[in-house]
């Protein structure tokens, strides 16, 4: 099967895979990165403008090492997960440092670069410079523990580094140059558009003859992985300081911690608290309650309060922050429920 699985798998994504994508058909270890990179818990769609964005003002590993903190943290706004681009920018600056400005070819010195793990290495590695290397996304453990029917528990680190060793033995072994970025290409495609998570397409799939889960008639049961996101909640009350020219009072969100780095409005753990504070500096009488609404993160919902309140002058309300007029507004790295807030206004 060994050999067999690699070959239908090159088989099909030559014919039948996403050849469309502008991170696809390129050897250029920049763009391979900054793609799956973004891609990390991150829908295609979504994904494209941000990509195309990036590029357009760092095209280059070199322009994104010299970007600051604020034009990066600005460009990602709204993507999510902040530290992917807080290591984006760290990572650039290191392969500049570190490799003269070309990323390295081994999985090994690529997993070496902040925000750079496992699996990203090896697609980089094998995307761009032909070689060996396995990854090992969720779409990715899907297709592999179905075929297999690997029943080990995924929340078990010695399960994973079992389900590492297999995904290699399957790797192509000939012609690299052309089958490794097709093998490591159509694994991803498979996962993603044949051997979903739900009602795979099993028909459709070149190597359903091969794969236990579809003799079981239960592919939906694979990956097995017990361990469960514990959720929590929070309440959150924004306090939006306005100017009568319209500018706001923003301030950057401590590392670590949500929102780390990005521009957001001063955040209070209770109305008294908010109300408090902003009548050393505003008519609190006079204070708008915007209507409160959910955000859903990964491991929280946060239930976000906002409340407006008009000062007169252009006094410094709190230490740490700054006055940003609407015209300033799209530059700044903000969240993106505080961008929407800030965009419909209230």
Same mark, same amino acid.
């Given at each position: ?61 070199a ?15 709204g ?47 094998s995307?761009?410079?032909?070689q060996?290397?396995?990854?090992l996304?969720?779409?990715v ?13 995924l929340a ?40 979903t998570a ?9 190597? =359903? %003859? $091969? ?6 008639? @239960?592919p ?6 017990? *361990?469960? &996101? ?18 706001i ?8 911690g ?17 109300l408090?504070?902003?009548?050393? =500096? %505003? $008519? ?6 915007? @209507? ?7 491991? *929280?919902? &946060?239930?976000?309060?906002p ?40």
């Amino acid at each position: 099967m060994v050999s067999r699985f690699s070959e239908q798998i090159v088989a099909w994504q030559t014919v039948h895979g996403r050849h469309h994508l502008p991170w696809q058909n390129t050897q250029d270890a920049y763009r391979v990165w900054l793609s799956e990179i973004m891609l990390q818990q991150t829908q295609v769609s979504t994904v494209l403008g941000y990509y195309e964005r990036f590029l357009q003002r760092c095209p280059t590993v070199a322009d994104l090492a010299a970007a600051s903190d604020e034009e990066v943290m600005a460009l990602w706004s709204g993507l999510g997960y902040y530290s992917r681009a807080r290591n984006l920018h760290r990572c650039a600056q290191e392969v500049m440092e570190r490799f003269g400005g070309a990323f390295p070819h081994t999985v090994e010195e690529l997993s070496s670069l902040p925000g750079i793990g496992r699996s990203t290495a090896g697609a980089i590695a094998s995307f761009c410079f032909a070689q060996r290397a396995a990854i090992l996304d969720a779409n990715v453990k899907r297709v592999l523990t179905r075929v297999l029917g690997f029943e080990d528990d995924l929340a078990s680190s010695a399960a994973e580094k079992k389900l590492w060793a297999l995904a290699e033995e399957l790797l192509p072994t000939t012609d690299l140059a052309r089958n490794m970025p097709r093998y490591t290409q159509g694994m991803m495609d498979m996962g993603a558009t044949i051997c979903t998570a739900k009602k795979p397409s099993c028909l459709l799939c070149p190597v =359903h %003859g $091969d794969c236990v889960a579809h003799r079981q008639g @239960q592919p939906e049961r694979y990956p097995v992985k017990t *361990k469960k &996101l514990k959720r929590s909640a929070a309440s959150w009350w924004l306090l939006c300081w306005q100017r009568p020219d319209g500018a706001i009072w923003l301030e950057k969100r401590p590392a670590p911690g949500i929102w780390a780095g990005l521009f957001c409005l001063p955040v209070y753990d209770s109305e008294e608290a908010l109300l408090a504070q902003s009548a050393q =500096h %505003g $008519d609190t009488s006079e204070a708008v309650h915007a @209507q409160p609404f959910l955000h859903v993160l990964t491991h *929280k919902d &946060l239930h976000l309060h906002p409340v407006r309140v008009s000062v007169s002058g252009d006094g410094v309300p709190t230490p740490s922050g700054q006055w940003c007029l609407p015209a300033q507004w799209p530059d700044l790295g903000l969240p993106a429920p505080i961008r929407s807030l800030l965009q419909r206004g209230f």
